[in-house]
């Protein structure tokens, strides 16, 4: 945990799955996603808890799958040092396997549940995992069938060359910073390419964008809006949030100075991080004003202005191939959130590239994927 945060920020950090779980009782539609590393936990367990997910909200849950980048988390999972990339996304493509074995050893018929023969499953129809592995192993399945979705949504939010090739193996959906539309088409058809590769259908990886923004009624609105809120942010918290982010230790740091070659070398990278080490590299500058300049999604899009304009750009990268759909962050909450939704989704409905109501109840529906063929 980035301890300096809890001056600075709420806390907030509950279980996601837990809250998620809550929320499924008091909404009917909106997809449920929550992030789970594959580093600090286990198969068995996290596959119930998706999978119970997705009965609570009847096919509406979905798992953000990563990995942990920070170090200093290990501290909190016993004595073994955190381990390298290679070594996460090693254990991240067995640990999903697992899952998927575990979610699809039931038969989409193997629960016939009949009161009259007394038979809830039929043993015939359903296939343990019975995975020894070099990470893990699991011997037996989980006490109920397959969740409605058949199961749970997958998305994943690694651009690195790790982090495309497991999305492409695996994820519905994919989560990607992309700062203008020639690299947003150029990565979607990069993790389609590789997708096709390894035998999946490439209109089945859904490619959703950052965008953050800040909405005015005039660009001179946004703009005043904007620089409110530059005005207001601490500095101290900045250069702490820009060395956290980008894998920096930050008491080691001297924020006046320009940043030691040294602490560049020797950080770990990621391909999140890579425009913030872009920035650091700044040999002119002092760590301090490098950090000055990171204020939205590092190497993601931001914008802002009016309705309209979130609007046109929306319409233009989904109409150029750059993007199946947007992950949306409003700079403010729930102010923006509103805007947006009042504003920009009425224009994007007008121009036939949002829709005006919901098709089906899973959120595999709502995207447009179809339902998974299970493996027994």
């Known amino acids: 945990m980035a301890e300096f945060r809890s001056e600075y920020l709420p806390g907030a950090g509950f279980d996601p799955i837990d809250l998620l779980s809550a929320l499924s009782l008091a909404t009917e539609h909106i997809g449920l996603i929550a992030t789970a590393s594959t580093t600090y936990s286990y198969p068995w367990d996290m596959a119930r808890r998706f999978s119970t997910l997705d009965f609570l909200s009847r096919g509406r849950a979905g798992w953000n799958i990563v990995t942990t980048v920070e170090g200093a988390v290990a501290g909190n999972f016993g004595d073994v040092p955190h381990p390298p990339r290679s070594d996460r996304y090693e254990r991240a493509d067995e640990y999903v396997e697992v899952v998927l074995s575990l979610w699809d050893a039931w038969a989409d018929d193997a629960a016939p549940m009949s009161k009259l023969s007394g038979r809830w499953g039929d043993r015939n129809r359903i296939r343990p995992p019975r995975h020894h592995g070099t990470h893990f192993d699991v011997d037996s399945y989980l006490p109920f069938p397959r969740s409605p979705q058949g199961h749970p949504f997958l998305t994943q939010a690694g ?13 519905d959906a994919v989560f990607t910073p992309q700062r203008d539309l020639a690299s947003a088409i150029s990565f979607r058809w990069s993790v389609r390419d590789q997708a096709a590769a390894g035998g999946r259908h490439r209109q089945e990886v859904l490619l959703w964008p950052g965008l953050s923004f800040l909405l ?6 946004a703009a005043a809006l904007k620089q409110e809120l530059e005005d207001a942010s601490s500095p101290e918290f900045r250069w702490r949030n ?14 006046d100075v320009p940043l030691p070659a040294e602490l560049l070398e020797s950080a770990p990278r990621s391909s999140f991080a890579a425009s913030l080490f872009r920035m650091a590299e700044n040999r002119e500058a002092s760590f301090r004003d490098v950090a000055q300049q990171f204020s939205t999604l590092p190497g993601g899009l931001d914008f802002t202005g009016t309705p309209e304009g979130m609007a046109d750009l929306m319409t233009q990268w989904f109409r150029a191939g750059a993007a199946d759909g947007f992950t949306i962050m409003p700079n403010m909450l729930p102010s923006q959130l509103d805007l947006f939704v009042d504003h920009v989704v009425p224009i994007l409905q007008k ?4 829709r005006t109501e919901y098709s089906g109840r899973t959120l595999r529906e709502h995207v447009g994927l179809p339902h998974p063929g299970g493996r027994a």
């Not at 651009?159 to 994820?171: D, E, I, M, T």
């Not at 005015?216 to 609105?221: D, K, L, R």
């Not at 121009?351 to 949002?354: E, I």
């Open 351 to 354: 121009r036939g590239v949002a």
């Open 242 to 255: 820009f060395a956290n982010f980008a894998g920096f230790d930050s008491s080691v740091i001297d924020p």
């Open 216 to 221: 005015g009624s005039t660009e001179a609105e």
């Open 159 to 171: 651009s690195s060359p790790a982090g495309v090739a497991l999305a492409a193996k695996y994820a």
